[in-house]
């Protein structure tokens, strides 16, 4: 049989929009709509501006640069948009990782060089999507566990099988190009918490668009780079129960479609967003005195507290990877939104007093379908006078791809997350350009300001 580099390298070059359902379809606009909007509220962070003074943007007319601000080479337009789009943590999830904020800067960058339709945009998401979702679910442990970034790591492999499939690259040189990003991918779960974590994102945009550029003009890589005993996800497994042979799933067999994507309602870890539902749900926001409060009590995923670094944060950063401010801020300011993540508000009095109160407790009961994830959240919150609150069991956060928002609420993310940046009438045209992406002649279009 042939290999499983070779094998992705025919998918990918083989993969038609006629093919991809309309639900896929669907999920991948859902991605672009979100990810365009989390850019934008990310542009003035501190990690994109440090990026912009530190290092070379080449003078190129290739790609726009966090929308309106210049053009540059596609691979360096991406890592920038990339890194924007991942600075607040708001982008959606899937697979483990976080497929959007790699995978639409890379095709909106490389997409605008190559003038590639909506719905070839589509289609490069979609393979790169399958690339990444193929390679993760061949390992019987999780990379968070072992301290891999999996959206750096299977990142930089999926832009690269994107990128190769925008520019038509046949199957031998598609596989070149994942063998290259496969020696490109890197990112650690360390470094959660500061602005390493979306440049981490950032590079594995920017890597794969370079090796699917570089295969384009004749690099090659080792035909079996993924499966051989000294490759890329042997060398990655936290225990080495991966998966190195066999095929690929069945051509209508679409991870997307099984996994589809999760849209963040709060710009925090992931792992909290159950326990955060819960405590909203629970009436603790704004309706319970915090000096009341004896415990509040998240039982969670041990694999969740694992990507949870900080108890007593100090820093907006901190906070986003901290049970204890994401209780706090539920309580404190009944929400856990884009004003919550200051640094002010994280210092506040009534924030860090609550710090102590806040008991994690580890759950070893993983989820059949995201064994990431326990299989259920949970939340206990007790008063001093020993009336007790609890939570019922919380499979699915709200926005889950299988407990999904509705367009409306997609809509005010988006409009929240722009903000001011854009004209309510430009805004409202860009939100309509990416829910029919598939009609739009070339990325181009999205840029171009209404009448």
């Known amino acids: 049989m042939v290999g499983l580099t070779r094998q992705l390298g025919k998918r990918v070059a083989s993969i038609e929009f006629a093919d991809i359902s309309a639900p896929a379809v669907a999920t991948v606009k859902r991605g672009f709509i979100d990810c365009v909007g989390v850019m934008f509220a990310g542009r003035e962070e501190p990690v994109v501006g440090v990026l912009r003074e530190a290092l070379f943007f080449p003078v190129s007319d290739e790609s726009r640069i966090l929308f309106d601000k210049g053009q540059t080479a ?40 190559l003038r590639s339709s909506g719905a070839e945009l589509i289609t490069a998401y979609v393979a790169g999507y399958e690339t990444w979702a193929e390679l993760a679910s061949r390992d019987a442990d999780k990379h968070h566990a072992k301290g891999w970034h999996p959206s750096a790591v299977f990142g930089a492999v999926a832009a690269a099988a994107a990128g190769a499939r925008l520019a038509r690259l046949d199957a031998a040189r598609s596989a070149h190009a994942i063998a290259a990003a496969a020696s490109m991918a890197g990112g650690l779960t360390a470094n959660f918490g500061s602005m390493t974590k979306p440049l981490q994102v950032a590079r ?44 690929l799933a069945a051509g209508g067999d679409w991870h997307i479609l099984k996994n589809g994507l999760s849209i963040k309602r709060y710009p925090v870890c992931y792992a909290l967003h159950r326990s955060i539902d819960a405590l909203l749900a629970l009436g603790c926001g704004g309706r319970i005195d915090p000096g009341k409060i004896e415990e509040i009590e998240l039982s969670i995923g041990k694999f969740q507290v694992g990507m949870l670094r900080h108890s007593r944060p100090q820093t907006a950063l901190d906070a986003k990877f901290s049970a204890e401010f994401a209780a706090a801020s539920a309580v404190v300011a009944g929400q856990v939104g884009l004003d919550q993540l200051r640094d002010e508000f994280v210092c506040s009095g009534a924030v860090q007093a609550l ?45 889950h791809a299988r407990n999904p928002v509705g367009l409306d609420e997609l809509r005010a993310k988006f409009d929240d997350c722009v903000g001011v940046a854009l004209a309510p009438r430009r805004r409202e045209a860009l939100f309509a350009q990416l829910l029919e992406l598939e009609t739009l002649a070339e990325p181009a279009a999205l840029y171009r300001q209404s009448a």
């Not at 007790?388 to 499979?395: E, F, I, Q």
């Open 74 to 113: 596609s691979p360096e337009a991406a890592l920038l948009n990339a890194a924007a789009a991942h600075a607040l943590d708001y982008d959606d999830v899937a697979i483990d990782g976080h497929p959007s904020v790699v995978l639409v800067p890379a095709v909106l960058a490389e997409g605008e060089r």
């Open 204 to 247: 594995a945009a920017q890597s794969g668009l370079v090796a699917a550029r570089l295969a384009a003009k004749g690099l090659t890589g080792s035909p079996d780079a993924l499966e051989h005993r000294g490759g890329f996800l042997n060398a990655i497994s936290p225990a080495g129960r991966v998966r190195l042979d066999g095929a």
């Open 355 to 399: 710090f102590p109160s806040v008991k994690v407790t580890a759950v070893d009961d993983p989820d059949p379908d995201e064994p990431l994830f326990a299989r259920s959240d949970a939340v206990r919150v007790t008063l001093a006078d020993g009336t007790v609150l609890a939570s019922g069991p919380v499979r699915h956060a709200l926005g």
